[in-house]
């Protein structure tokens, strides 16, 4: 099974910063890896696939990076809608989901 | 726009079946490949199953036991059955749709559209 890593476990942050989350997986997985946010009562919501393609809809404050096995998620300023929790997610064997990452608010 | 609805009991005895359903609307069941994810009261996702639009299934194997996922291509619905369950099954269950991009070989499956959730409870 390959693991996914996420750090940190929460991100004390205000509005206006820019926000790094690291992901790192077990192994190589090339770029099939996947960023979602989920806010408290309701179902996650796609942001990034194939590590760095931003899905529609989502504001392009949103970016992802990375290949191999280690990725991050970077919100360039941080608005008062993504205080969120953020969860990777491989799909290079199977499916996996890191812990997540709670950003919340300084 | 496609649209899910997770539908089931909200509670379940120990040791029983617990049978969820997830009815696609806005789009044919046939077209894609489908998942069901779970989340524990408090925790993290857990990936439970996919199914192909061939009808080939891959499960978690940490439940491969006892977890079987199916669909219905006449009621372009999608199902989940978990056998022999604990408390520890109880969660919030979702159903959602592989999306996919790239071309021939590489295909980046990514979890697109989603379900509002089911939450479900084992006790006694």
């Known amino acids: 099974d390959i693991q996914m890593t996420q750090s940190p476990s929460s991100l004390p942050a205000s509005v206006g910063d820019r926000v790094t989350i690291t992901c790192r997986a077990s192994?190589?997985?090339?770029?099939?890896l996947n960023w979602y946010q989920q806010k408290p009562g309701t179902a996650p919501k796609l942001l990034i696939y194939?590590?760095?393609s931003l899905q529609g809809g989502v504001p392009s404050r949103f970016s992802g990076s990375g290949s191999g096995t280690d990725f991050t998620l970077t919100i360039s300023s941080l608005q008062p809608e993504d205080f969120a929790t953020y969860y990777c997610?491989?799909?290079?064997?199977?499916?996996?989901f890191g812990q997540g990452t709670r950003l919340e608010i300084k | 726009q496609v649209q899910l609805q997770e539908s089931g009991p909200g509670l379940v005895k120990p040791a029983e079946t617990l049978s969820l359903t997830c009815t696609v609307s806005g789009d044919s069941i046939r077209s894609y490949y489908w998942s069901w994810i779970r989340q524990p009261p408090g925790r993290g996702l857990q990936w439970l199953a996919y199914i192909s639009n061939s009808g080939n299934t891959n499960y978690n194997p940490s439940l491969k036991s006892r977890v079987t996922i199916s669909v219905d291509t006449s009621k372009n619905q999608l199902s989940l059955k978990v056998n022999s369950v604990t408390a520890a099954d109880t969660a919030v269950y979702y159903c959602?749709?592989?999306?996919?991009?790239?071309?021939?070989?590489?295909?980046?499956?990514?979890?697109?559209?989603w379900g509002q959730g089911t939450a479900v409870t084992v006790s006694s």
């Open positions: 194939a590590a760095s």
């Open positions: 959602a749709r592989l999306g996919v991009a790239g071309s021939g070989p590489y295909y980046y499956y990514h979890l697109d559209v």
């Open positions: 192994q190589n997985i090339n770029i099939y």
């Open positions: 997610q491989q799909s290079y064997s199977a499916i996996t």
